[in-house]
C-alpha cells in the first residue's frame, strides 16, 4: 500500500476502507491500541482502556474460563474462534455479533479520550471480531455522538474517564436497578469508569453514562482531586466545560455510609 497522506485516524480508516485494505492498525498514543481491518472494515479493536469482545465474554461470566479454554484449544485460530463458540452452543450466532460489534464501538471511543498519536500499518493479524465489520464513518459518527451526549450531560469525556467516585448519600424509592447496584458495588473512591467496566466486563461507553445519571440521583460523587502533595486541591469540583445552576455538590468523607435503598425484588435488571 502507498504511504497515507491522512491527516488524523478516522480520514486514515477512510482512506483504507477505499482501499478495500486487510491487515492491522497500531495506534500509538495514551491509550493507543489495535485496530483490526478485513477489505476496509472494521472487524475488531483492542485497547487499554475499554474491554474487548473477550474479556466481556469471560468477566460476565457468559462463557466459563473452562469452557474458554477448550475452546481456544479446539480451535487456535482467532479469526475462526467465534464460529466455534457459535457451533458448540457457548453463545449465540446474534449475541456473539452483538458482543463483537459493541466492543468495536466502546475500543474507538475510549481510544478518542486520550492524547492523540501517529499510527503505522502492518500485516492482517488474527482476531474475534464482528463480522463483517463496521463501516469507518459509521464508527466515527458513533464515537463523535458519544462524546457530544458525555459533554452535554457532564463535561469534557476525558475528564470523567479520570475522576473516582465515591458512595452518595441519595435515597431511591423502590429497588435500584440490578445495573446501577453492581456499578454502586464497585464505587469505592479509588475506581475510574475504565476500571469499574473491566470489573463488570461492561463497555465502558455505558459505565459512563450510568455513573452521570447515578450523580444525578445522589447514588454517586465525584471524589476531590488533589495537589502532587497529596494535599485536597482547591480547584473548582465542577469538570471544566460543565455548567450546574445549583454548582458542585459537596464531597463527602469516604466513611459516609452506602445510599439507603429498599431490597431488589426479582432479577437484576439489564
Not at 474475534?128 to 463523535?144: S, Y
Amino acid at each position: 500500500m502507498k504511504a497515507s497522506v491522512a491527516r488524523n485516524l478516522p480520514a486514515l480508516l477512510l482512506e483504507l476502507r477505499e482501499e478495500g485494505f486487510s491487515g492491522t492498525v497500531r495506534v500509538s498514543g495514551t491509550p493507543g491500541g489495535t485496530i483490526h481491518l478485513r477489505d476496509g472494515l472494521v472487524g475488531a479493536a483492542e485497547t487499554p482502556g475499554a474491554p474487548t469482545a473477550t474479556s466481556t465474554l469471560l468477566t460476565s461470566g457468559r462463557i466459563g474460563d473452562e469452557a474458554w479454554l477448550a475452546a481456544c484449544a479446539a480451535q487456535p485460530d482467532p479469526d475462526l474462534l467465534g464460529e466455534h463458540l457459535v457451533a458448540d452452543g457457548l453463545v449465540g450466532g446474534a449475541e456473539l455479533e452483538v458482543i463483537c460489534t459493541a466492543a468495536v464501538f466502546d475500543a474507538a471511543f475510549a481510544m478518542s479520550l486520550g492524547a492523540p498519536g501517529g499510527w503505522e500499518l502492518s500485516d492482517r493479524e488474527p482476531a474475534l471480531r464482528a463480522r463483517p465489520g463496521v463501516e469507518p464513518r459509521r464508527l466515527t459518527d458513533e464515537t463523535t455522538r458519544r462524546i457530544s451526549l458525555l459533554s452535554r450531560l457532564w463535561g469534557p469525556p476525558g475528564e470523567l474517564a479520570r475522576v473516582r467516585p465515591v458512595p452518595g448519600t441519595g435515597v431511591v424509592e423502590g429497588p435500584l436497578s440490578g445495573r446501577h447496584e453492581d456499578i454502586l458495588n464497585q464505587v469505592n473512591g479509588r475506581r475510574t469508569a475504565r476500571d469499574i467496566a473491566f470489573a463488570l466486563g461492561r463497555g465502558l461507553y455505558a459505565v459512563m453514562l450510568d455513573l452521570v445519571r447515578m450523580e444525578t440521583l445522589g447514588l454517586l460523587r465525584w471524589e476531590t482531586p488533589t495537589v502532587p502533595d497529596g494535599r485536597p486541591s482547591t480547584a473548582p469540583r465542577v469538570p471544566p466545560g460543565r455548567t450546574t445552576a445549583a454548582g458542585p455538590p459537596p464531597v463527602p468523607s469516604r466513611t459516609e455510609p452506602l445510599p439507603r435503598r429498599k431490597p431488589r425484588g426479582g432479577e437484576k435488571g439489564g
